[in-house]
């Protein structure tokens, strides 16, 4: 029962970094309806970046906040210029383009920094907090932040203005431009949001898994997995769905083999898609013909 | 009543001429640039090109080293696979991230035949691609329900599960685990006075001529229309009488069925199957490859074939990253620049220099 319980906790602490990466999908499929497989790809990008800093004598917090800046900057530039021109082009073009970023990253990240894997700094102490022996700090403290930045998201696009007028360009871009919002630019803002959530999940799971160029790979997947369930338009459900990819894989991990863990991601895909293809919380598709 | 024309041929004439309407303006960005109509008749012009090239392809393995040999019979295994993942991707409009998994399938049959029931190597091909024909099909019936985005999220799955998958204890007996499986280098037949990289070069380039062939036929027919119908108008095709399920599920085997061929055929030649050789990265480079070569076009899959595996031979005396890297550059800029590929730019430069616009076909 204890092993249980170790594995559902230490499953919740990985889900929170699928539910985070999730969460970046799916604010790119909201404001574009593209899904985006460059996102892991990014997030080890910004990884590396955060490394470097680290290694030059950067304390953690200020690597942090440098790293997440630079991957929204980053997020904006890519979404200006280079998938602004396959916008309205067939999805095979889009997909194409995005794999494209996936390789160039990916390649990148191995040119610069080697396919070594190096280890990553967590920003929590090595102890178990509150004499607890079930879960680690870095896996409390990686959820604390998932969380804080869903709360962080929440306020945002309720509360301000300017979250307002994204879910404005993403649900109806004609009228919103009619009101004068620059759609253009939201749409590039919301690239921007999701690279710097993609971040942040990279430098929390950086520590558990290494640094390495393919590190994001798995976890791409289980991120889809999570927002399919969840439904892919629909962000708290891309949460729960990430929460409950991660402990399903852990789960399965320990009682049916390691070795199956990506199949449990490919079952839940396929699963979902086939049976509700909505997700658990997001709406149903009517094409008109 | 003589006026009227035959009942049963009637419907059969739209589905023909929605395919060679032209596309409307704005759904022609990007890869609706690529030729959309399935290849027609042969002159005979390209009929005297395809016999030369064949000749060519016949005479060169006497005039290079054995290496070389080699490395094109990987070239010529891959452009069978590009075929598969062309008529898939290219002509029927559905995205695979995953057709290394199908590739993966196809060697490890010919493998486990040739080790554990000591098949002769020529036997185990069919037997991979009727394998991979039920896998795809299998497969292809749920993703029957994906569209586009959803079709290539799925794949991309299958694509990272499938090295797991083969390492699993339950198959280890089988498939030897971690470690893979060693076979053993056919020798020429017949008392041929060839040598073994000579035999397999033509051993693979007359599976090449055969499913080339067949996959030109089913491609420029009734099937290859109703592909592309499917690809650009689903509702109208549905609408004209083509059953897209059937159409879309089959397209999805057949094309997992030359992917087998082409993984069998690899494995004999590398005379080695492992899980890691099949790592995700495989599908995408085979995404390269038809896009390098041109979506929607069969010379194309030979472009792409040669790209594959003789670019990163080149590039890797740079750095171990930059032979991926030169492919997503490339995949960029043939997306914004060459959408057509190697394929259509060949024919684009070929129309220029040709004087006489082309003749009814």
Redesign the interface.
Known sequence: MNALLHQVLSGLASGGIYASVALALVMIYQATH??N?AQGELAMFATYLAWTLIQAGVPYWGAFAITVACAFVAGVAIERI?VR??E??????V???F??????F??????IWT?TIKPFPSPFPSQPLFGNSYVSSHELGSMAITLAVLLLLFVFFRYTPLGLAMRAAAQNPESSRLVGIRVGWMLALGWGLAASIGAIAGMMVAPTVFLEPNMM??IL?YA??GA?LGGIDSPGGAVLGGFIVGVLENVVGAYV?T?????V??VI??GV??VR?SGLFGRVHVTR? | MSAVPPVTTAPRVPVADAVAAPVPV??A????AAPAQPPRRLERRHLVAVVVLLALACALPFFIANYRIFQLTLALAYAIALLGLNML?GYN?Q?S?GHGAFFAIGAYTAAILMDKADWPYWATIPVAGVVCLAAGFLFGL?AL??E???L???T???A??MP??L???AIEHWTGGVQGIVIVKPDPPWGLPISQDQWLYFFVLAWLVVLFVVGWNLLRGRIGRAMVAIRDQP?AAKAMGIDTAMVKSATFGVSALYAGVAGALNAIAVQFVAPDSFQ??LS?TL?VGI?IGG?ASISGAFWGALFIQFVPNVADQL???????L???F??AF??AM?FGVAGFVQRVAARFRRSPRGPA
Do not use: C, D
């Open positions: 593209l899904v497989f280079v021109p396959v309205n082009a067939p999805i095979l073009a997909v194409i383009v794999i494209a970023l996936l390789v160039i990916n390649s990148l990240a191995g040119w396919y790979g798995g997947l889809f997995a399919l083999g070795e199956l863990k990506l199949t991601a490919l895909i396929v898609l086939v293809p013909v | 704005e759904a960005a990007a890869v609706q991707t409009g995205i991230l749920p329900r994906l586009g985005l959803y290539a999220v799925a991309l799955a299958l990272y599960a797991q998958i390492k699993h204890k509702v995700p990265f995408i995404l896009v979506l750095s171990k990253a930059a032979p991926w890297a492919y997503g550059v995949l960029l997306m914004y959408p």
